[in-house]
């Protein structure tokens, strides 16, 4: 019999156990003294053997390559960030490519689809929350970063764990930064090319000079190049990143000079120029250029308004904020990023997620209410509608007096995605004897569409572009007739660029795999209270290897 790798198992073990390694150590041992174990795993104490685990953790964040340890630290200037810890992506490509002849194969394959151009990284950056996420402790909010390539397979792309983990930072440390998320950002970029930062130095782990990773199949190594292709996240952390006043404030895009809002422009005389958020003609955009939002950053910073009212009300007319540590004040990175392009929003955020369909699900439910429909005649209706597997099971409470807003939904975006087929289905069956809702139906319709083709996934969904292009400015029109201007938010904008970001970045990226993967940061940080990051990203890479 083969000798038994007590190392090996040890992180096997680490990487299914949604427990702390105290209670796995204890587990261990008990069964060890009752005889169901006949190996001791390396530690004849509870205590020795939770340090043996601790040790298994760290075995591959402490691995070595020609880049490097796996995990690495970086000075983000602050005491409390002055050894960050990071897992260096040079070197955890290496890493993966050599002992995964899978992802070794995928990235050869990629690599000789796209020719000889640049790999298109992508950016994901989010906060989550351990615990009950209907009671968050924000105490322990962590920001996350992830990454990719836009060129990787369809599936890769929709599966969470082959997104790959940069680094985790509590929320309260974030803070600490100049700038916050931008600063972070920032920092971030130095580690993929190092070359474009302010400092200037060469580095061989550059991913525009190229890396090399081991290619299992020929046995020889595989050389890759990659550039900046974009941020993905919601716009709350676009606004972060960015520096940029778009979610909230009167100028809700980045990406067109003349959108604002509806109450910002009814404040205002008529205007050829301006339109508002009921425009949904995008031939009346006024398109920001990245040189425009340079010279504006340039500008905040070199103005010198020491008076707090007038620097704020400066700020709220350019729609930017004052960064002198943000990622766009740094002329050296400019070379690499185009905030206009490399704004990139996703399909989950614009449509399901306090989104489009949220809004337009509870309108449609208000207006059948007027009719007479119950929330009870709903949820009768979807109970006894036979959903696709795909889609999960069908709650009674979807259409609840409890979950339905005047013009939000209190449900989850994978909810609303099995909610959207369903109302539809109602909206035809039931509610076609109501003539005045048939361009209700029409604009919902319209709207299942849309994310019906964003369903297809990254790649499928791209030969549909032009048809969906269209499908969006249909619906902006009829939205905004339909409900009388009732419901118009920014993502209702937003939806009109998804289409475009598309094509800059080459797919139709969501972030439900980033948000799926948030769980397992979730469970890594339950248990994490001394040496948190350090704990918690150890804790990570091994079960991604794993």
Same mark, same amino acid.
């Given at each position: 019999?083969?000798?038994?790798? *007590?190392?090996?198992?040890?992180?096997?073990?680490?990487?299914?156990?949604?427990?702390?390694?105290?209670?796995?150590?204890?587990? #261990?041992?008990?069964?060890?003294?009752?005889?169901?174990?006949?190996?001791?795993?390396?530690?004849?104490?509870?205590?020795?053997?939770?340090?043996?685990?601790?040790?298994?953790?760290?075995?591959?964040? /402490?691995?070595?390559?020609?880049?490097?340890?796996?995990?690495?630290?970086?000075?983000?200037?602050?005491?409390?960030? %002055?050894?960050?810890?990071?897992?260096?992506?040079?070197?955890?490509?290496?890493?993966?490519?050599?002992? @995964?002849?899978?992802?070794?194969?995928?990235? !050869?394959?990629?690599?000789?689809?796209?020719?000889?151009?640049?790999?298109?990284?992508?950016?994901?950056?989010?906060?989550?929350?351990?615990?009950?996420?209907?009671?968050?402790?924000?105490?322990?909010?962590?920001?996350?970063?992830?990454?990719?390539?836009?060129?990787?397979?369809?599936?890769?792309?929709?599966?969470?764990?082959?997104? #790959?983990?940069?680094?985790?930072?509590? @929320?309260?440390?974030?803070?600490?930064?100049?700038?916050?998320?931008?600063?972070?950002?920032?920092?971030?970029?130095?580690?993929?090319?190092?070359? *474009?930062?302010?400092?200037?130095?060469?580095?061989?782990?550059?991913?525009?000079?190229?890396?090399?990773?081991?290619?299992?199949?020929?046995?020889?190594?595989?050389? &890759?190049?990659?550039?900046?292709?974009?941020?993905?996240?919601?716009?709350?952390?676009?606004?972060?990143?960015?520096?940029?006043?778009?979610?909230?404030?009167?100028?809700?895009? =980045?990406?067109? /000079?003349?959108?604002?809002?509806?109450?910002?422009?009814?404040?205002?005389? @008529?205007?050829?120029?301006?339109?508002?958020?009921?425009?949904?003609? =995008?031939?009346?955009?006024?398109?920001?250029?990245?040189?425009?939002?340079?010279?504006?950053?340039?500008?905040?910073?070199?103005?010198?308004?020491?008076?707090?009212?007038?620097?704020?009300?400066?700020?709220?007319?350019?729609?930017?904020?004052?960064?002198?540590?943000? #990622?766009?004040?740094?002329?050296?990175?400019?070379?690499?990023?185009?905030?206009?392009?490399?704004?990139?929003?996703?399909?989950?955020?614009?449509?399901?997620?306090?989104?489009?369909?949220?809004?337009? =699900?509870?309108?449609?439910?208000?207006?059948?209410?007027?009719?007479?429909?119950?929330?009870?005649?709903?949820?009768?209706? !979807?109970?006894?509608?036979?959903?696709?597997? !795909?889609?999960?099971?069908?709650?009674?409470?979807?259409? %609840? /007096?409890? =979950? &339905?807003?005047?013009?939000?939904? /209190?449900?989850?975006?994978?909810?609303?995605?099995?909610?959207?087929?369903?109302?539809? !289905?109602?909206?035809?069956?039931?509610?076609?004897?109501?003539?005045?809702?048939?361009?209700?139906?029409?604009?919902?319709? #319209?709207?299942?569409?849309?994310?019906?083709?964003?369903?297809?996934?990254?790649?499928?969904?791209?030969?549909?572009?032009?048809?969906?292009?269209?499908?969006?400015?249909?619906?902006?029109?009829?939205?905004?007739?339909?409900?009388?201007?009732?419901?118009?938010?920014?993502?209702?904008?937003?939806?009109?660029?998804?289409?475009?970001?598309?094509?800059?970045?080459?797919?139709?990226?969501?972030?439900?795999?980033?948000?799926?993967?948030?769980?397992?940061?979730?469970?890594?940080?339950?248990?994490?209270?001394?040496?948190?990051?350090?704990?918690?990203?150890?804790?990570? &890479?091994?079960?991604? &290897?794993?």
């Amino acid at each position: 019999m083969a000798p038994r790798d *007590c190392k090996r198992v040890r992180r096997e073990l680490l990487a299914e156990c949604s427990g702390s390694k105290s209670s796995l150590a204890g587990i #261990l041992k008990k069964l060890h003294d009752e005889s169901f174990l006949d190996t001791d795993m390396g530690g004849g104490s509870v205590r020795m053997l939770r340090k043996n685990l601790q040790v298994a953790s760290e075995f591959y964040s /402490k691995a070595s390559t020609m880049y490097g340890t796996l995990v690495q630290t970086i000075d983000l200037g602050t005491p409390s960030l %002055s050894k960050w810890e990071y897992v260096h992506p040079a070197a955890y490509l290496r890493l993966l490519s050599e002992i @995964s002849p899978g992802f070794s194969a995928m990235m !050869a394959e990629t690599v000789a689809s796209i020719g000889h151009r640049p790999l298109k990284l992508v950016l994901y950056m989010d906060e989550c929350t351990p615990g009950n996420p209907l009671r968050a402790d924000k105490a322990r909010s962590v920001q996350s970063i992830y990454w990719c390539f836009a060129d990787w397979p369809q599936w890769a792309l929709q599966k969470s764990s082959v997104w #790959l983990l940069l680094g985790c930072m509590r @929320s309260s440390l974030q803070a600490e930064l100049p700038e916050g998320a931008s600063t972070l950002l920032h920092a971030v970029l130095r580690m993929f090319f190092p070359s *474009c930062s302010a400092i200037g130095n060469q580095n061989r782990s550059d991913f525009r000079h190229g890396i090399f990773l081991k290619n299992g199949t020929t046995g020889s190594d595989t050389y &890759v190049t990659a550039a900046f292709a974009g941020m993905i996240g919601d716009l709350k952390a676009h606004c972060e990143v960015w520096c940029c006043k778009t979610a909230g404030a009167s100028k809700p895009c =980045m990406s067109c /000079k003349n959108v604002v809002t509806v109450d910002f422009l009814n404040r205002r005389l @008529s205007s050829e120029y301006l339109v508002d958020l009921k425009c949904g003609d =995008m031939r009346r955009f006024d398109a920001t250029t990245d040189d425009e939002v340079y010279a504006i950053t340039d500008r905040l910073i070199n103005a010198g308004i020491d008076n707090d009212t007038k620097r704020k009300e400066l700020e709220q007319r350019l729609g930017f904020k004052t960064a002198p540590h943000g #990622l766009l004040a740094d002329h050296a990175v400019r070379e690499i990023v185009r905030p206009i392009k490399h704004f990139l929003r996703d399909w989950m955020h614009m449509l399901v997620s306090h989104g489009v369909a949220g809004t337009e =699900m509870a309108l449609v439910i208000a207006a059948l209410r007027q009719k007479g429909t119950t929330y009870e005649d709903l949820q009768r209706y !979807a109970i006894g509608f036979r959903m696709p597997k !795909a889609l999960g099971k069908i709650s009674k409470t979807w259409f %609840s /007096k409890g =979950m &339905v807003n005047k013009d939000s939904l /209190k449900t989850f975006a994978g909810e609303q995605l099995s909610m959207l087929p369903v109302l539809m !289905a109602y909206m035809t069956d039931i509610a076609s004897k109501f003539e005045d809702l048939a361009d209700h139906t029409r604009c919902l319709q #319209l709207l299942t569409d849309i994310v019906g083709i964003c369903a297809l996934g990254p790649h499928d969904a791209m030969q549909h572009l032009n048809l969906m292009q269209a499908k969006c400015e249909q619906h902006h029109a009829l939205f905004v007739i339909v409900y009388k201007g009732k419901g118009v938010k920014p993502k209702l904008h937003h939806l009109l660029h998804l289409v475009e970001d598309a094509r800059d970045v080459g797919c139709m990226m969501s972030c439900f795999a980033m948000e799926r993967k948030h769980r397992v940061v979730k469970k890594a940080s339950l248990f994490a209270f001394r040496n948190f990051e350090h704990t918690i990203t150890a804790d990570l &890479v091994n079960k991604q &290897v794993q």
